[in-house]
């Protein structure tokens, strides 16, 4: 069996300190009208940027076409330096340990800590796969995508639009290798609102996930894992009314938009 290398995160070449600019490598959103309300379609991107802008890490958007580049082949992955570190949870908790002042998850008890695990995973490991699906696998969630990555996709050359097609056809052989592309429509949508309906008890009449005063980790990973879902409608209209409809989840969101992303224009009101 042939055995895929590795990425070690270097951590040991890393020094940060609270005036470091951190370079967040992502996936753009090509299309000027699209970017007005989502900074990128990649949710566990648009999580590691939201730790950032709830915690104050100075960072700046290092925009990527490819992950050719990138470590363990995927984004986002941070630049310090010549230094690169991937993963958005490793990052995470990198910054968490590395430095007292980025760790907004120390005063939580052991039951919240559990409560948010299970709803990192949740939205990471199951509502992730709906969202590739969506993504690849569904016409027109893939049509939306690829609006939004280059504005006029039939303005194209072949060759790059053969470069897309052949992603797609990856990216949909990996949702039905893991099995979310072997359920129809109505049940993907059963499932996905499950996972929000999930997240909206946890969340209660809270401000924030976990009935803490101030944000914690576990926050960036909702915003991260639902933005485009509330704000990017025509990629998953069903689910996204659902979400919109659920009335403390949009509150939730609404606030969280409206105070950490003041730069995008909102696209739904609270329910």
């Known amino acids: 069996m042939h055995r895929y290398p590795v990425y070690e995160n270097p951590y040991e070449k890393v020094s940060i300190d609270s005036e470091t600019v951190v370079k967040l490598h992502r996936f753009a959103v090509g299309n000027p009208e699209v970017a007005r309300y989502v900074p990128t379609l990649s949710p ?25 580049d990138a470590p363990r082949g995927k984004v986002p992955y941070i630049g310090v330096g010549d230094v690169k570190l991937t993963d958005s949870d490793l990052i995470i908790n990198y910054f968490k340990i590395k430095r007292t002042r980025f760790d907004p998850d120390a005063n939580l ?52 639009t053969a470069a897309f097609d052949e992603i797609r056809a990856d990216r949909s052989r990996r949702c039905y290798d893991q099995g979310i592309a072997r359920y129809t ?24 996930l976990l009935g803490t005063d101030q944000p914690t980790s576990f926050d960036a990973v909702v915003i991260g894992m639902t933005l485009a879902i509330f704000q990017a409608r025509e990629m998953h209209p069903e689910i996204s009314d659902f979400a919109r409809n659920t009335p403390n989840l949009s509150r939730y969101m609404h606030h969280m938009l409206a105070t950490y992303f003041p730069e995008l224009e909102l696209t739904f009101q609270p329910a």
Do not use: M
């Not at 699906?133 to 060759?159: H, I």
């Not at 429509?185 to 924030?208: F, M, N, P, R």
């Open 109 to 160: 008890s052991a039951t919240q800590r559990a409560l948010g695990h299970l709803v990192q995973r949740t939205l990471e490991d199951h509502l992730y796969w709906i969202i590739i699906y969506y993504e690849f696998y569904d016409q027109n969630g893939w049509e939306f995508l690829l609006r939004a990555s280059v504005v006029d996709p039939t303005a194209l050359p072949p060759p790059v």
């Open 185 to 208: 429509l109505s049940e993907l949508v059963e499932k996905a609102c499950k996972d929000l309906q999930a997240v909206s008890e946890i969340l209660g009449g809270h401000t924030y």
């Open 44 to 68: 566990p991107s648009t999580k590691l940027e939201a730790y950032f802008k709830l915690f104050e890490v100075p960072y700046e958007v290092v925009p990527v076409t490819n992950t050719d």
